[in-house]
């Protein structure tokens, strides 16, 4: 598969996709923190507020946009951002969803093949509008169950996250360290969609060797890959998604799986982030 066949399959979704997405989950997270307490738990983010939480996505966002307004071209040295915090945390979801406006301008604003840095594997803009719509949706999603609300996660977004984890994480080694000590032997894992109506659907598989780790060409429904899974995890792919960001287990009832779980006991000890 030559490098441009790669982009378009990991990109499934137009551009501008993305920056309606971003508008639509930001919002929907500020209303949801904007409902609650500021000191409520995260559960999913271990010794996190809610306040907490409302802080890190406006945050991230305003710096993504820093970057993309710059278009920088070397790893930043740091965040300095002018954020314009409000000083009450109550006041905060307000403070997110203020923000929109100007997220939703340099998305809008910007060539999404305009080359610059980035971390993971696509070095154009575009990858950050991708990133911060996956930050924005699980956090979204962090939130909610926080307050005992059941997260509505749309199939397609899922399963692009899904595609942008798996296609990032060999490159998140930055910030997450025990990436890079994941090793392998050839096992190969795979991550399969279940749609709705129990069809196959995507299929994701990703390679462990003495390297590290591999994403390997996605499938789509009907494919059969020659080289057989060590071991298979079948759901939804919004449940693929929160198991992927450690939000839940393989051992779930969502999750079908098949194959040794001593590999899946090591991915998951390592992937974490």
Request: charged share 25%; with cysteine; net charge negative.
């Amino acid at each position: 598969m030559d490098s441009e066949t790669t982009r378009r399959a990991r990109h499934p979704l137009p551009y501008d996709s993305y920056r309606q997405a971003v508008e639509r989950e930001t919002l929907r997270f500020a209303e949801v923190a904007g409902g609650a307490a500021p000191s409520t738990a995260v559960p999913s983010c271990p010794g996190w507020t809610l306040a907490d939480l409302t802080r890190h996505v406006g945050s991230l966002q305003r710096w993504f946009c820093a970057l993309l307004t710059r278009r920088v071209q070397e790893p930043p040295r740091d965040r300095d951002v002018d954020l314009g915090l409000p000083e009450r945390a109550d006041e905060w979801p307000a403070w997110v969803a203020a923000g929109v406006p100007a997220v939703a301008k340099v998305l809008r604003d910007t060539d999404p093949d305009a080359p610059m840095w980035a971390w993971g594997e696509d070095r154009h803009a575009r990858f950050w509008a991708r990133r911060m719509l996956c930050e924005t949706l699980v956090h979204r999603v962090d939130a909610e169950r926080a307050l005992g609300l059941e997260p509505d996660i749309d199939p397609v977004t899922a399963a692009d996250a899904v595609d942008e984890f798996l296609v990032n994480l060999p490159y998140a080694h930055l910030f997450a360290p025990a990436v890079a000590e994941l090793r392998g032997a050839g096992e190969i894992l795979a991550f399969r969609c279940a749609e709705p109506d129990g069809g196959p659907g995507e299929e994701w598989r990703v390679r462990l060797d003495a390297g590290g780790l591999h994403p390997l060409p996605s499938t789509g429904a009907g494919a059969a890959p020659s080289d057989t899974p060590t071991a298979t995890v079948r759901g939804r792919a919004a449940d693929l998604l929160l198991l992927l960001y450690g939000r839940s287990s393989y051992r779930d009832p969502a999750f079908e799986v098949s194959g040794g779980t001593e590999v899946l006991d090591r991915w998951f000890a390592h992937t974490a982030f």
